[in-house]
């Protein structure tokens, strides 16, 4: 059982581990115990061989079928069909074994993270060992820079900082305190004692006692919820293994009809087992695996032009039907990259404007623009306390640029140091302050560093050509004006009352209540001769300046993509790590609180819950805030189980388990971790979460891609069973040759079906709201057009061929050809009509897909072909054909197409009618 080594004493820790920390373990003890826990690395689940996870990909329903159709066409001497079947099996394997491969990478990527060496302290003496041989009761060294090698209880620490984000999610640096014992209930991030396996020192230096190592360590628990996490099939794939089986059982069901009644009729057994072998291949959709290859294809390429990147193909689709985005907040929905956005000065708040570490913006006073310019000195006086005492770096990729030349725009700027300080070198540089600049004319010659007791820090500076020297401090305001005396103002310094620092504080604390992390800066001349070493003395008659609100601003672009997807019926729920009240007014800044119904709710309050209490009210929850990697994996399960199709986007390690777990796993490229985009299923290159929404688009694009395939290809097989059912009822002789039929399911089914994927998709279609994940692939009427289609094309084609047979002299070549010619132009028009199942062919136009017009123009030639050249006459048993036969060959093809979209186009107009109507009535009521 895990023990809740944060709330114990440091003393109860090292005799529960049985280790005197100055001494360390011995060599001996240390080896038995790495015998007994084994190494300090994160186990692999059992890996399936590339070999089997390549045999498996044949194990499909839709690739038997496509098999058993390869070999048939072979049979035929159609090795253009069987190679092309082929082609299409193998492609698909491949596809899906590159997916299954690249999902055994996630724990690799996390193995990556530990340290390869720790530093220790065994026998009495220091020294350093690998990372895998630390053990439990180890005595760990930690120094800045170090990536932690296990999870320690902290016996000491001077100024140890640790940047946990990957796997708390806050975006600043925690402060440690050893000897501060804490709640066993109390969240991960809070855990002010405790280091943690993969977490990085960003500041001081510390020791403590390893107590968890492999995967006994807050890491090793992720490794273990990646690998409990089970891959399932996403909708689509759920949706195309159902229609597959129930397509090959009916086609079959037709056929065997078919066959059977000619048989009846006389038809010789030989010509009608032919015939229905060549409309089982015909009538198959063996071409269905294929299209949503390709449909899925030409979504991932045009998300790669948007930055994303799509690791398996079916993940845009699944997206397009997420009902629910649970979003990381730091480094997703905000910039990870503190801003002060607030400066109290002289009884005014004034705003500073600019985004993220890019040194652009200015101070702006709304309502008072003079008073600015009123106020510069102490803007100046603000800007210098800021920029000297502070020891970050302001970078541009990781260069340290001086003075005017950092201005330079295109490159990413950062901070090397801590994110609060380097806000406010920001700010500073905001207002044209730079620290080289100011330290030309003053050296640091003292500073008194941060103390979590004392919540401040100080620098002295004095004049590099003599002269006074000057404290500058920075702290937590309420500690900090109890050291101060005085006060600037627009007139100048004048002594701080009572009621002037009550109105500081008030100030301070409305900046607090929008979750900014608030600090006072101040600072006094001190005589020369003064003693430095006295820092209480440094400290006293302080002249209180400005206040500073900072906060990780939201991203620009998140608020409309927040929109956008509201608009598509899409919820976005904060998932983080951070503070409840941080959370929330980010949450409401986005736009993703809108109302006083949603609930904000916490890690703890969540433990409170049992499954049926969340089920209850996780609809009703916009933001989890404070809360761990188990509680994100209930949370996306809650979500789930509410039957909603999840999207989980993260950047950190701590995301990694939930990305896994949701329907489709989004991760950032540029500040996420390996471990959460090997999770993920979509990586943003930009980590713009905008490109989340262009994801719903395509998703749905894709979708509807596929629906219109489906239409097509199964409105045509069943318009050409159809054909040949009906002639052989009416006694006639069968209106297609074997051969005739396998090539114009190559001709119709090829190319033109193909192009349907690179369509466009309707202009309104991120206005709709998300489909049903329980919506068969036929809802909405599918179905319906698919039998009234087939049954106007077959009537279409056996009036051309009864026309034909009749008016040539019962010459059943004639009449042959052109019922063959006829069901393919038929549907070669109808092409155009499946573009849309909400708008018709007149409201989008012929040329609106390029692909699609050059697919039939070359389906055209190869028919015309098939007709005029003497060479496949005699293959394919046809004659030329006549004016007149085109004339009536165009007219049924052409009027089919034209009639319904007439029709639709007129249905539609009268349904904005009566829209439009019961819109007025209700306003006028």
């Not at 993220?356 to 603000?382: D, F, K, M, Q, T």
């Not at 005739?740 to 998709?761: H, K, R, S």
Request: proline share 4%; with cysteine; hydrophobic share 45%.
């Amino acid at each position: 059982m895990k023990k809740d080594w944060h709330a114990m004493t440091v003393e109860e820790v090292l005799e529960d581990l049985m280790v005197e920390d100055r001494h360390g373990l011995s060599t001996a003890e240390s080896r038995r115990r790495l015998a007994l826990v084994g190494p300090n690395r994160l186990n692999e689940r059992k890996k399936v061989s590339p070999a089997m996870i390549f045999v498996s990909q044949f194990k499909d329903f839709m690739v038997l079928v496509l098999m058993a159709a390869g070999l048939i066409s072979g049979l035929l001497g159609e090795v253009a069909d069987s190679v092309a079947i082929l082609v299409i099996i193998v492609l698909n394997a491949v596809l899906g074994f590159i997916q299954e491969h690249r999902a055994e990478k996630s724990l690799d990527a996390l193995k990556k993270m530990t340290a390869p060496e720790a530093r220790l302290i065994r026998d009495g003496r220091t020294l350093k060992v690998p990372a895998e041989e630390v053990v439990p009761g180890d005595i760990v060294l930690l120094e800045t820079g170090d990536l932690v090698p296990a999870d320690v209880r902290l016996i000491e620490a001077n100024q140890l900082e640790a940047n946990e984000a990957a796997l708390t999610g806050e975006s600043l640096p925690a402060r440690k305190r050893p000897r501060d014992t804490f709640a066993a209930s109390t969240a991960l991030g809070d855990r002010r004692n405790m280091c943690y396996l993969g977490t990085v020192v960003t500041r001081g230096r510390g020791k403590g006692v390893a107590v968890g190592t492999g995967m006994a360590t807050e890491m090793g628990q992720i490794a273990g919820y990646i690998q409990q996490v089970q891959d399932e099939d996403t909708p689509l794939q759920k949706r195309l293994t159902q229609l597959g089986r129930r397509l090959v059982m009916a086609c079959l069901a037709v056929v065997a009809l078919v066959v059977a009644a000619g048989i009846m009729r006389g038809e010789s057994i030989y010509v009608m087992f032919l015939t229905g072998v060549s409309l089982a291949v015909a009538a198959i959709p063996e071409g269905l695996p294929a299209i949503v290859t390709v449909a899925l294809a030409v979504g991932v390429q045009k998300m790669a032009r948007r930055q994303a990147i799509v690791r398996q193909l079916h993940a845009v689709e699944t997206l397009g039907c997420a009902t629910v985005i649970c979003s990381d907040k730091t480094g997703t929905l905000t910039r990870n990259e503190m801003t002060v956005r607030k400066i109290y000065l002289a009884g005014t708040t004034v705003q500073v404007t600019g985004e993220g570490y890019a040194p652009h913006g200015r101070l702006v006073c709304p309502g008072n623009e003079s008073w600015v310019e009123r106020n510069r000195s102490g803007i100046e006086l603000a800007m210098k306390i800021a920029a000297l005492c502070n020891n970050s770096s302001l970078c541009k990729d990781k260069i340290a640029i001086k003075g005017l030349f950092r201005n330079d725009e295109g490159q990413r700027w950062k901070v090397e140091g801590d994110p609060t300080e380097g806000a406010l070198l920001v700010a500073a540089a905001k207002t044209g302050l730079w620290r080289e600049m100011a330290e030309k004319k003053e050296k640091r010659v003292r500073e008194i560093p941060f103390d979590s007791e004392r919540k401040r820090m100080s620098v002295v500076y004095e004049r590099t050509a003599g002269g006074p020297r000057h404290v500058y401090c920075k702290g937590a305001p309420d500690l900090l004006l109890d050291l101060c005396r005085w006060v600037w103002q627009e007139n100048g310094i004048i002594p701080l009352t009572a009621e002037r620092k009550k109105e500081i504080l008030q100030a301070g604390e409305q900046m607090a209540g929008q979750a900014m992390r608030v600090l006072a800066l101040a600072f006094r001349e001190i005589p020369a001769g003064f003693e430095l070493e006295d820092e209480a003395g440094l400290e006293r008659e302080l002249v209180f300046v400005a206040l500073a609100g900072m906060i990780d601003p939201p991203r620009l672009s998140a608020r409309e993509a927040v929109k956008t997807c509201r608009a598509a019926g899409i919820r976005t729920v904060m998932i983080t790590g951070d503070h409840q009240r941080t959370a929330e007014a980010i949450a409401r800044e986005l736009g993703i609180i809108t109302g006083p119904g949603q609930l904000v709710l916490t890690g703890t309050e969540l433990d409170g819950l049992n499954d049926c209490q969340l089920g209850n009210i996780i609809n009703r929850v916009a933001v989890f805030a404070r809360v761990s990697p188990k509680h994100k994996i209930r949370i996306v399960r809650a979500l789930r189980d509410a039957g909603h199709i999840v999207a989980m986007t993260g950047d950190g390690v701590n995301d990694a388990p939930a990305v896994k777990e949701a329907d489709i796993g989004v991760s950032m490229g540029i500040a996420g971790t390996d471990v959460t985009r090997e999770a993920s299923s979509l990586v943003l290159g930009n980590d713009d979460f905008a490109t989340i929404a262009a994801a719903v688009e395509e998703g749905r694009i894709i979708y509807d891609n596929i629906r219109k395939f489906i239409r097509y290809l199964l409105s045509c097989n069943a318009g050409e069973i159809m054909t040949v059912f009906a002639a052989t009822l009416l006694g006639l002789p069968l209106p297609l040759a074997p051969i005739q039929i396998l090539w114009m399911n190559l001709v119709t089914d090829g190319l033109p079906a193909m192009a349907l994927g690179f369509d466009p998709g309707d202009p309104d279609i991120m206005k709709r709201r998300p489909r049903s994940p329980r919506e068969s692939i036929f809802a909405h009427g599918l179905t319906r057009r698919i039998i009234v289609r087939g049954l106007i094309i077959a009537s279409a084609v056996m009036a051309v061929y009864i026309t034909g047979f009749l008016a040539g002299g019962k010459n059943l070549e004639l009449a042959r050809t052109m019922a063959f010619t006829a069901l393919v132009f038929v549907q070669l028009f109808h092409v155009f009509d499946c573009r849309s199942e909400r708008h018709s062919v007149f409201d989008l136009g012929f040329l609106g897909n390029p692909y699609l017009v050059g697919a039939v123009a070359c389906s055209t030639a190869m028919q015309l072909a098939v007709v005029y050249l003497p060479v496949f006459q005699n293959l394919f048993e046809t004659v030329p054909l006549e004016l007149w036969h085109w004339v009536l060959i165009a007219g049924l093809a052409a009027g089919t197409t034209l009639l319904q979209g007439l029709y639709r186009t007129v249905k539609i107009r009268r349904k904005r009618r009566i829209i439009s109507l019961r819109a007025e009535e209700v306003f006028k009521g």
